[in-house]
T-cell receptor, first 115, second 115 residues
Framework: KAGVTQTPRYLIKTRGQQVTLSCSPISGHRSVSWYQQTPGQGLQFLFEYFSETQRNKGNFPGRFSGRQFSNSRSEMNVSTLELGDSALYLC??????????????FGQGTRLTVV | AQSVTQPDIHITVSEGASLELRCNYSYGATPYLFWYVQSPGQGLQLLLKYFSGDTLVQGIKGFEAEFKRSQSSFNLRKPSVHWSDAAEYFCAVGPAYSGYSTLTFGKGTMLLVSP
């Protein structure tokens, strides 16, 4: 069974630009969550999607957005990039909500550098 | 609001010695608890999880953790550390019965293994 796939693995963008990151969850998983990891703030929850609907959202500005497609693949977009957006962005997929013994499986992340 | 505290930022252990990484959580409802490990430049790998039942849970790579509700703790242990265990370890808490994708993470503990 293939794991969680995130593309691209590395990205360099300029301040003010926008960026789109992609996440393909494990086959059969309908929940996708995104996290931002920085040395100063650690791992912070961005948002969660389930069956194409945003179920939960963390405390991030509106420049951060996401969506999920009917095949459960998810994208997150960051507009008007700032230097502080440089981070490792991790995607996690899990099975049906409420099912017992599910767990979040993480991708290898996309390393975004804003210059 | 939920929170996870890992009081040790760095820990150095001699190879072959025992290990205990501390984790305390604050959560308003029944929590699900997890330990993840991250190697440099990689995503997160689940070591073990606690949902309910036996408070001592076994994980991969010889790790175990004990849930103590009275102390709000979920400490990770390993009887004999190997050099390959050097990595960063994250404790996380998630909401029970409402899905496991929204995780609150501790700041992490970096484990260094000395020869």
């Amino acid at each position: 069974k293939a794991g969680v796939t995130q593309t691209p693995r590395y990205l360099i963008k300029t301040r003010g630009q926008q960026v789109t990151l992609s996440c393909s969850p494990i086959s059969g998983h309908r929940s996708v969550s995104w996290y931002q990891q920085t040395p100063g703030q650690g791992l912070q929850f961005l948002f969660e999607y389930f069956s194409e609907t945003q179920r939960n959202k963390g405390n991030f500005p509106g420049r951060f957005s996401g969506r999920q497609f009917s095949n459960s693949r998810s994208e997150m977009n960051v507009s008007t990039l700032e230097l502080g957006d440089s981070a490792l962005y991790l995607c996690a997929s899990s099975g049906d909500r409420g099912a017992m013994n599910t767990e979040a499986f993480f991708g290898q992340g996309t390393r975004l550098t804003v210059v | 609001a939920q929170s996870v505290t890992q009081p040790d930022i760095h820990i150095t252990v001699s190879e072959g010695a025992s290990l205990e990484l501390r984790c305390n959580y604050s959560y308003g409802a029944t929590p699900y608890l997890f330990w993840y490990v991250q190697s440099p430049g990689q995503g997160l790998q689940l070591l073990l999880k606690y949902f309910s039942g036996d408070t001592l849970v076994q994980g991969i790579k010889g790790f175990e953790a004990e849930f103590k509700r009275s102390q709000s703790s979920f400490n990770l242990r390993k009887p004999s550390v190997h050099w390959s265990d050097a990595a960063e370890y994250f404790c996380a808490v998630g909401p029970a019965y409402s899905g496991y994708s929204t995780l609150t993470f501790g700041k992490g503990t970096m484990l260094l293994v000395s020869p």
